[in-house]
């Protein structure tokens, strides 16, 4: 004979999803809001630690957009006499660090060719602030991102990378050199160092809440 036999199998029971152990909120049941998402944008010219930057402080692997650089960038992408890179960001960095329970940051890394600028304005939609990358040996290379976020009137950081913990210039100097105002915080970190470049993003962030809380009250 075809067909099942015997008694039919129980409905399973209905879904319910899983209970994350320390999801919820204080009051016990009521499960704990996301962390609000903060859109930051790392920026600057070419080859002074943007993507360095992003992996460093990122807690997922980071999305990286690399290309090999070739002959033919010699005499147009200079990355510096000591530089030993052999790798350009042709889109961009994404990355991401949970600041506390209540604030995610999304990092996302500019390209710095200038060929690639046409992307800068679309990775700045929807971003509440800037870290804007310097060489101090290299700051020509800075100044067309000190005039897109002032144009922008998107509040910025200004964050001297310190290749090797040292600085060509004094931070007064670069201050005066890039033309910004004392309002712009102007701070030294490494590219590399997850806790310096923790430290640079908070001043990011503090500028941020500075900017949002003004336009609340206007
Ligand atoms: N010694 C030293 N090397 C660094 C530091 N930061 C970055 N580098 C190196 O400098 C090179 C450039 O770093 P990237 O992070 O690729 O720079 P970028 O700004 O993303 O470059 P583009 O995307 O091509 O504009 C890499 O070889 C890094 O390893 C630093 O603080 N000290
Ligand atoms: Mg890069």
Redesign the pocket.
């Known amino acids: 004979m075809l067909g099942r036999t015997g008694p039919p199998a129980a409905a399973p029971p209905p879904y319910r999803p899983p209970a994350v152990s320390g999801a919820t909120s204080q009051a016990g049941d009521r499960p704990a809001a996301p962390p609000v998402p903060v859109k930051i944008l790392v920026a600057?010219g070419?080859?002074?630690?943007?993507?360095?930057t992003v992996g460093a402080i990122s807690e997922i692997a980071p999305l990286t957009t690399e290309a090999e650089m070739t002959t033919a960038g010699i005499g147009v992408d200079d990355?510096g006499a000591r530089?030993?890179?052999t790798t350009?960001?042709v889109a961009m960095d994404f990355g991401c660090v949970t600041i506390d329970r209540s604030l995610k940051l999304y990092l996302f890394?500019t390209?710095?060719?200038t060929r690639f600028g046409f992307m800068w304005d679309d990775l700045a939609r929807g971003a509440l602030g800037a870290l804007v990358?310097v060489d101090s040996a290299r700051l020509d290379d800075c100044f067309p991102a000190v005039d897109f976020f002032e144009q922008a009137g998107l509040p910025f950081v200004v964050g001297v990378?310190?290749?090797?913990g040292r600085l060509a210039l004094q931070l007064d100097e670069i201050r005066w050199a890039l033309a910004i105002g004392d309002h712009v915080p102007l701070v030294q970190f490494?590219?590399?160092d997850r806790l310096s470049v923790r430290d640079a993003l908070l001043v990011v962030l503090d500028r941020a809440l500075d900017r949002a809380t003004r336009d609340r009250r206007a």
């Open positions: 600057g070419f080859g002074v630690g943007k993507t360095t990355p530089s030993t890179k350009t960001t890394g390209p710095g060719q990358v990378n310190a290749f090797d490494d590219a590399r």
